[in-house]
């Protein structure tokens, strides 16, 4: 029987013939070294420029700034983002006057997403020289009205110059003194900052409102307050004020940080000449004079600052001597000492022993500590060169106890009374602060004839 030959066996194609259905990645592996793209846009390569900036839209600002990094070309592809309508409208947002929730937390919201636009900002116009960069930013900040100088009819309530301010804060982190100076240079000329500033120094205090209000509002939010280093603050405060001579310097000083009106936040003139003030009047302006003071920038000098000192004492007229004492006690033991030895130098010594009475009577309303009044008055005594000096002083100091209590007196026995009595309650805190002074005199030489 003849055999049959099974036909059935199934052919098995070379494998050079094989085909495949599925498509090419593309995203290969990390493994493929040999078909890596060579483009700096890495995987991105193969996506649209629209669906790139679709994906940008799913990031944190922190994340797209992150993302700038990668490389030259990214960069510019994520600039091109921010200069599209969707791009500008969602990173430069400008809910500023969002007074609604009492808690404020949205404040802190947009300034932390103003500090993260800032980072942004910054890497990506890293390769940039300092004027380009300056003038590609202002391009795009330009288009948030509250952001210019006057662009806000409510800029009390507004955040847009302090979100400003976190912004350039950012921006320039480590940036050298050089770059600092092109900056505030590019801002005073983009403001007209120094046109304005000196409208308001050569006009009569009050006379121009609005505009002192404007650049304290600017100066504050925009170049002051958002440093964490005291050097970085006493940069551009000094770039403000070194410009102007002493006597601007103060009024400068004075509108920036002097006290203003809860109302309206306009800058009060007559509150250190009209009555005695409290210590949030006085705190900003006595702040800016230790910044001043101990930074130890080559460009203030102790006499700077102490000139500083006693010229703001006189804007826009002179003060009360209680508000010159307190601000001296606001303003540091060092500079204090410094100010009442230069008085005791150049033959001041009356003036000096007045200054010694209200120093105490500031202790006693502001419940400070009496002995360290006693305590700065003896160190000034050393400061004159013979004992005569010293002597007349000390009693000069004794003598003018006597003759502010006697006015204030006078003062009162004449009909010139306050409705709240404020008067009458001053005069009560001279007498305590009187006995005070002495008793903690006394202590003090007790103390030293036991030793």
Known sequence: MASRINNSFTLIPNQKYRRSNRRPSYFPSTLDSDVQPSSTLGNFKALPLEIFQVILRYLSVKDISMLSMVSKTISQHIINYISTSSGSKRLLLQDFHNLELPSRREDWDILEHYRSLGLLFKRCTLLLPTKERLKYIHGKLAEVPCFKFSGCAAPIQCLGLTCYGMFLQTLTAGWDELECHRVYNFLCELTNLSRKMQTVVCSKPGSAQKLELRIRLFCRKVLLDHWTHQSDSAFWLTRILKPWPMVNQA??????????????????????IEESTDESSLKGLADAIKLLYDTGTKEWTADDVIS??????????????ENNAHL?????NNICFTFMASKAVNGRAIELARLVVYLALVCEKELYCMDWAVKMMQKVCKVFSTPVERKNFLQGVASSFAYVILEMLHSLMSGDRDEDGRSFMNLFHLVHAQANFHKEVLCLTMNTVST
Do not use: A, C, N, T
Request: aromatic share 10%; hydrophobic share 50%.
């Open 308 to 321: 500083l000192v006693d010229e703001l004492s006189v804007v826009p007229r002179e003060w009360l001597l």
């Open 251 to 272: 009024r400068l000083l004075y509108i920036i940080f002097g006290p203003i009106s809860p109302q309206d936040g306009q800058v009060v003139w007559q509150k250190m």
């Open 328 to 332: 001296l006690i606001l303003s540091g």
